[in-house]
Every structure is written in structure tokens, then in C-alpha cells.
């Protein structure tokens, strides 16, 4: 069974740090595209990183480039997702999510699976 699990969420001061990391249970993990979403309360879903199967192609969200920076393992099955100058408006719950394609993906809906998320919080 598919399963990814996000880790390394929590409480920070702003413009503090944190390394997100995303665990998948996916045989053949180096052949997927994955990517780092987060929802707001009461808001939608937004993209924020994506990264293709070899981690040689990377996009970011506009309100993160230049901050985050995504990355990933393949020999550990692990995605990560590295948050620096953390923002009061990055809370969020963050998902990590995998395509088997080898190009980075930045829509959402062509994501097939999805993990259950972690929460960020930034605030003095």
C-alpha cells in the first residue's frame, strides 16, 4: 500500500527555520514526481515546491522562491523540504504528494497520491 508521511512540522518564531521531510512507501520511488502543497485555514490548497524523479528539475511558488528549497533521497524514498525565513503567512498544513511520471508536476490535480500533512505554525 502507497503511503507518504510528512514529518518535521511545528512552532516557530518568524523568519526561523524548518526542514520538512516526507517518508513514501512507494516501490520504484525514483520514478515519481513529487511535490509540497499547503492549505491555510479556510483557504485553498496551493502548490509551493515541485521536484522531478532525479531532483534535476525544481519550481517553486513565487511567495516561497528564494526561501524554500525542495530536495530529495531517492536511495531513502524521502522528499524534503527545507523552509528558511519562515513568514507568519506560511502556516499552513503542509502535504507532500507523488506522481509516477518523471517530470516535476505543479498542478494538483494530476497528483495521485497524497499524504495526511503537518502543521507549520509561525508566530512570535
Known amino acids: 500500500q502507497v503511503q507518504l508521511v510528512e514529518s518535521g512540522g511545528g512552532l516557530v518564531q518568524p523568519g526561523g527555520s524548518l526542514r520538512l521531510s516526507c517518508a513514501a512507501s512507494?516501490?520504484?520511488?525514483?520514478?515519481?514526481?513529487t511535490g509540497w502543497y499547503r492549505q491555510a485555514p479556510g483557504k485553498e490548497r496551493d502548490f509551493v515546491a515541485a521536484?522531478?524523479?532525479?531532483?534535476?528539475?525544481?519550481y517553486y511558488a513565487d511567495s516561497v522562491k528564494g526561501r524554500f528549497t525542495i530536495s530529495r533521497d531517492n536511495a531513502k524514498n524521502t522528499v524534503f523540504l527545507q523552509m528558511n525565513s519562515l513568514k507568519p503567512e506560511d502556516t499552513a498544513v503542509y502535504f507532500c504528494?507523488?506522481?509516477?511520471?518523471?517530470?516535476?508536476?505543479?498542478?494538483?490535480?494530476?497528483?495521485?497520491?497524497w499524504g495526511q500533512g503537518t502543521q507549520v505554525s509561525v508566530s512570535s
Open positions: 521536484i522531478d524523479w532525479s531532483g534535476g528539475s525544481t
Open positions: 504528494a507523488a506522481e509516477p511520471r518523471s517530470s516535476a508536476i505543479v498542478t494538483m490535480t494530476d497528483y495521485m497520491y
Open positions: 512507494i516501490p520504484m520511488f525514483s520514478l515519481y514526481s
